[in-house]
């Protein structure tokens, strides 16, 4: 039998791939047999031009069962495939909340559904729940009621659950965990799980917080998914993280510390230089005959103010001399935000919404786009406590200007962009501060 040539032997470690964006263009990408998902992501976000924020997820989208998850950075995406369904697709998207467990994990596991507060009868520290869901010696567990679909039917059925590393476990008698009442509804090592996107239409949720747990072997038929359906967000969002937790241990932690070792690594190399004319820059009076020095710090911020106020009101000056001119600072306070990844257009409320939920709903997330009452306002639509708000944006005119606001004219803006930068700094009459823009980019 004639042997393999090493350049036989390399065609054959490439498989090939397609990604789809957010607007439904796909691009096929080569890849070795052994890239992990976080090694793809970096791959898309190089060929995009993108900002690598770490936040950036490949997600597997089932659209005729309504399901999607986001993969996880180790995962293997050649193995993924291969399971994967004809129909089924690759989506390259934001993430921000992929990690934010590891941040906030009092937010994620909230004490009436973590069984060890509930039977001591205790608060648990942050950092020693997440030890205790992280170490192999240790048996956390998730409880609490869920609908679950009767397999085969219909109809939702109430029941109370328990998430233990060895499965899924529904109580046959209330919520007794005797083990003669305990029945394995899923296995945690051989599934993975998906959130449901079209619960209420498709599969007749009784609320919209569905997800479930599909077999990996499986032929992707609804038969073989365990549907399940939360009464809130924070109630799927806990299940659907403690199965990630229990399923992957550590290795969601070393893959949540990887960027921070790669940055700090990369800051002891690249920390950033001033030049010779940086270091040599001093605070300058000129207000005499000849320049001085000004050594006192306070005498220069004083001087850094007034030079502010003074370039202000050079730059009102010009603002009324251009207003005549074909493209005056209204018109391009107008359209100057239109190229900006935080806006959206003219998209409607559900489907900020849909974006809103897909990147995560973390707090600060966050969207701007043209109001569906207004034509001439915007909306801001931000994510604070797993919630979605909308805040609107009106135009005022003071002086012959359009300032654009959303606190009634208490604070005004020359544009979008301003804005913006003003809230991503300060909270003021926002419930947080902006601070991931929600992005939809093109491959």
């Known amino acids: 039998m004639p042997s393999c040539s090493p350049d036989c032997c390399l065609l ?19 890849i070795p047999a052994d890239m992990t998902a976080r090694d793809l992501c970096q791959l898309l976000v190089y060929k995009s031009h993108c900002v690598d924020d770490n936040s950036w997820a490949l997600v597997e989208h089932h659209p005729l069962l309504g399901l999607e998850r986001c993969l996880e950075d180790h995962e293997l995406v050649v193995q993924v495939q291969a399971s994967m369904n004809s129909d089924s697709r690759f989506l390259f998207r934001k993430n921000y909340a992929k990690y934010e467990f590891f941040r906030s994990p009092l937010t ?31 048996c956390p567990e998730i409880q609490g009621y869920l609908y679950v679909k009767e397999v085969a039917r219909k109809s939702w059925k109430k029941v109370y659950l328990f998430l233990r590393r060895s499965g899924l476990y529904c109580s046959t008698k209330g919520s007794s965990k005797e083990p003669r009442h305990l029945q394995l509804l899923a296995d945690l090592e051989d599934s993975n799980i998906f959130t449901v996107i079209t619960g209420k239409k498709q599969h007749g949720a009784p609320t919209d917080y569905g997800f479930c747990i599909k077999p990996n072997k499986g032929r992707g038929e609804l038969k073989e998914l365990r549907m399940l359906c939360a009464e809130d967000e924070q109630a799927r969002t806990c299940w659907m993280t403690a199965f990630r937790v229990f399923k992957y241990g550590i290795v969601l932690y070393q893959n949540y510390k990887i960027p921070q070792q790669r940055k700090t690594l990369l800051s002891h190399f690249s920390a950033p230089v001033r030049s010779v004319s940086e270091n040599s820059l001093v605070a300058m009076d000129f207000s005499g005959r000849i320049g001085r020095v000004i050594d006192n710090p306070v005498e220069a911020q004083s001087a850094a103010l007034e030079e502010g106020h003074a370039w202000r009101k050079r730059n009102q000056r010009m603002n009324i001399l251009g207003s005549h001119s074909p493209l005056h600072h209204s018109s391009l306070s107008s359209v100057i935000h239109i190229a900006q990844l935080w806006f959206h257009g003219r998209i409607t409320r559900e489907e900020s919404h849909r974006i809103i939920h897909q990147q995560g709903q973390v707090d600060g997330l966050f969207l701007l786009r043209v109001s569906q009452s207004n034509p001439k306002a915007f909306v801001l639509t931000l994510c604070h406590h797993q919630k979605i708000k909308h805040f609107q944006i009106l135009p005022c005119e003071e002086d012959g200007q359009i300032f654009f606001s959303l606190d009634d004219g208490a604070t005004k803006f020359t544009d979008l962009i301003q804005l913006v930068e003003f809230y991503q ?11 991931h823009p929600c992005t939809v980019v093109a491959l």
């Open 108 to 138: 994620f596991f909230p004490e009436h559904m973590v069984a060890w507060c509930q039977e001591t009868n205790r608060t648990i520290p942050p950092s020693q729940l997440l030890k205790n869901f992280l170490a192999t010696s240790s």
């Open 425 to 435: 700094l300060n909270r003021g009459v926002l419930p947080c501060k902006l601070k």
């Open 12 to 30: 054959r470690a490439v498989e090939i791939v397609k990604i789809f964006s957010e607007d439904g263009i796909g691009k096929v990408v080569e």
